[in-house]
């Protein structure tokens, strides 16, 4: 499950580094501004999204994390979003988060016998709700896969900086 | 010849108490005094520290506390700060080490807070000082589950656990082996809310519908219908503070095994065959009724797959520490109650979540200055007292709360 493991094959070809970056773009701003629709049409069907505790995160089968949620879960935790009765975002926390230090990281073999693409990015976000101000900030791994033409998001791990703390609820997509 | 009226009898009433007690920072310094640091409080699990020369640093109140176990496999609690210039000795959050040693001069604790060695002696004209860690006087346990207090001497932990014993003892059942351990790690939950606010609601059977409809909703879950005003469990003060939502009557009446967790037994065929080899007759029982959803006074609460440690930070902020029950010998649920666990609970669970934007709002809401009471008389037209002595309310009546206050008040008033 380490980024380690993964970067033993290397980059894929054919990934256009300004096409990359305009999708993680993309998905940060659909994140913050919570068009979950769309963030959720960016998912692939074996997706992957994971906030790990205590550092980059022990084997999460066995261990706790914020979030480890397959597409099934993704779908529930959207869902919830929607109703508009998932207090811990409603209303929505007002957010914007600048990505940096993107990096291709090497290639992860998918289950279509191909290559996804693992991209690593640094982040900084800014939470504004009643509670008050919040930063938030740490690396995040992505993997990409083509698709019809089309990048989608395989695999998303947020390791917070401050992930060994007490953090406060985190109700908005991180 | 009047009686003398507490503080507490004026703030703490059989069906009201007052907001001033979860804003008054006096009030959470009494508390920190009389409750924190001499009533029996839920620190961690001896599995955090299996071996000799386990470690991991806890929360007792506001102290930083290193729950040891030693050579012989004794249990310490040992606070976080040198004898010498009040350094902390322990930076790391688990580990394992016979000693700690201080960064600042160098001075050596025994994992039993014995102070072994300090550099350059001649400066003190001898080589023993009758220095040590400080240490928690009274460390105990009960089924692993370990509980510190700062008073040299009072209730035994078996006493001050009273019917809740039963509880954690109904949570061991669970495991093939009779044992639980908590290795998943914990997750932070960080508050901003007094801490009573949790442990009142941590048996408050009248808020699920409300506040976790949007996720009862969308995944059709059943626990909504557990907590209903038809509903047949109900809600016990365990004395002592404690109490629990039994919700047995509930699972009786549908006499399937594992519905409690969400299952069948076809889906875990393992598990169901170990529990029957191990309890016989009673595994039927045991199977159908499943486990507590038991709060311990003041900080331990129990629900069902999930264990909860409480911890104050200020009148306005505590932290929530949480993680997922592993049953010894049930290898088939650990990981189902992992991710369940995960899915529900911490800073972005999708029960919890929620439950801590509540109790946000709460606090909050009690700077409002009228009214100046919060109700807790839900279901007092409808106690009654059961066959052991307890008095038990409805499903979603604030008898537990009730008990709550009782405890808290005798704590309070005491000197």
Known sequence: MTAAAHTQIPVPDGFDRHAVEQFLYREARLADEGDYDAWEALWTDDALYWVPI??????????????YDNRNRIATRLKQLR????????????????????EFLGGSANPDGDVDLEVGANFLGIESRPRGIRLWGGRTTYRLRRHDGELRLAYKKVVLVDNDKPLPTLGFLI | MTAVVSQYDRLIKRDKVHG???TD??????????????????????SEVAQPGDYARKRLGLQDVIMTRDRDGQLHLLLNRCAHRGNQVCSEAKGNASAFRC???GWTYRND???VGFPFFKGYGQRKLDLALGRVPRVDSYRGFVFGSFASDGPTLLEHLGGAAGEIERLVRLSPEGRVELTAGWLQHRTEANWKLLAENETDGYHPQFVHGSIF???GSPIGALYSDNSTA??????????????????????????????TESRVPGYVAAMRAKHGADAERILIEGGPHVMVFPNLFIAEIQVFNIQPVAVDQCVQYSTAVQLAGAAELNRRMVSQCVGSVGPAGMLLADDTEMYERNQAGLESLTPEWLDVRRGLNREAVDENGYTVGGATDETGMRGFWRQYKSLMEAP
Request: proline residues 7%; hydrophobic residues 35%.
């Open chain 1, 54 to 67: 205590d550092g980059a995160g022990d084997d999460p089968q066995q261990q706790m994390s914020v979030i």
């Open chain 1, 83 to 102: 109703t508009g009765k998932r207090y811990a975002q409603a209303p929505p926390s007002n957010l914007r988060r600048l990505l940096s230090n993107i």
């Open chain 2, 20 to 22: 001033s007690l979860y």
């Open chain 2, 25 to 46: 920072p006096a009030i959470f310094a009494e508390e920190l005094r009389k409750i924190w640091y001499r009533s029996w409080v839920f620190v961690g699990h001896e």
């Open chain 2, 103 to 105: 960064p600042y001069h």
């Open chain 2, 113 to 115: 807070g014995e102070l």
């Open chain 2, 217 to 219: 909703g969308v995944t």
């Open chain 2, 234 to 263: 109900v809600t016990r003060d365990l004395g002592n503070g404690h109490s629990e939502n039994d919700l047995r009557p509930e699972f009786r009446k549908f006499a399937e095994p594992m519905r409690w967790f969400g299952t």
